[in-house]
């Protein structure tokens, strides 16, 4: 868990979430294009799933990664914080801030699970989703052994072209496994996730879903957003130093 304090902030909070960068269905041109027309950002928050696939190694950056990243770098150089929330599409990130320092990744933080932010008056929560529904046993046993630090030595093993290509395979099967659980949301787990992190935040915010959805404490003003991913709608969200939220999309 991770946690930072704005009191003041100078600029907006925006968000976004699930781009799933490529070629095609989300070209990564577009995604620059957006961070690039980012003049007032005092903090960008990426919700994971940046990439359709990423290994985070630098020896396996392709040209598609290599632009990306230089455009979050142009954006660390005019903001005061660009954080990255891990999804289930990234690799071999850096597990605390020692290893970011040493890497090439243009991000003030990289963080892996739950994070929160003071910002002005208001207390956010921030996790990118895929953990919520605590039914997908199958995919909780993949995520815990692909994201082991053994899993992560011996990937680290295989040369670039290799990596790359294994990356590919896993792609393709990440996107026909577990249909049943990829249908609906799961709301039942989505409710309950809601009413047990709430407590210590105003609202909190999930991506992962593609969909968007809330859910509000009974008698509060507390809730629980899925932002829609950026892949389908191209939408961010914009919060101004008072707490405000306006929900965009980029043309």
């Excluded at 099967?173 to 577990?178: D, F, H, I, L, T």
Aim: hydrophobic share 40%; aromatic share 14%.
């Amino acid at each position: 868990m991770f946690e930072i304090s704005i009191p003041d902030p100078v600029g907006n909070l925006y968000l976004v979430t699930d781009s799933h960068l490529d070629y095609d269905a989300a070209p990564y041109v577009e995604f620059i294009d957006f961070l690039d027309s980012l003049n007032d950002v005092h903090t960008l928050i990426c919700l994971g799933d940046l990439f359709k696939l990423w290994l985070a190694d630098q020896r396996y950056w392709t040209k598609l990664h290599k632009e990306v990243l230089k455009s979050f770098r142009r954006l660390c150089d005019r903001s005061n914080n660009v954080i990255l929330v891990a999804g289930n599409r990234e690799f071999l990130l850096p597990r605390n801030q020692e290893q970011l320092k040493k890497s090439e990744l243009p991000f003030s933080q990289v963080v892996l699970g739950r994070f929160f932010l003071t910002w002005g008056s208001k207390r956010f929560g921030f996790e990118h989703g895929d953990q919520v529904n605590r039914d997908d046993k199958n995919y909780l046993r993949w995520y815990a052994l692909s994201h082991s630090q053994a899993f992560e030595i011996l990937f680290r093993c295989f040369p670039s072209v290799l990596a790359n290509k294994i990356a590919e395979n896993l792609e393709a099967r990440m996107a026909q496994s577990n249909q049943a659980f990829k249908i609906q949301l799961p709301i039942k787990h989505l409710e309950e996730f809601a009413e047990a992190s709430l407590e210590e935040v105003d609202d909190f915010f999930l991506g992962h879903f593609h969909e968007r959805f809330e859910y509000s404490l009974k008698n509060s003003s507390k809730s629980l957003h899925i932002i829609p991913d950026w892949l389908s709608t191209r939408e961010y969200w914009r919060i101004d130093p008072q707490g405000r939220r306006t929900e965009l999309k980029f043309s």
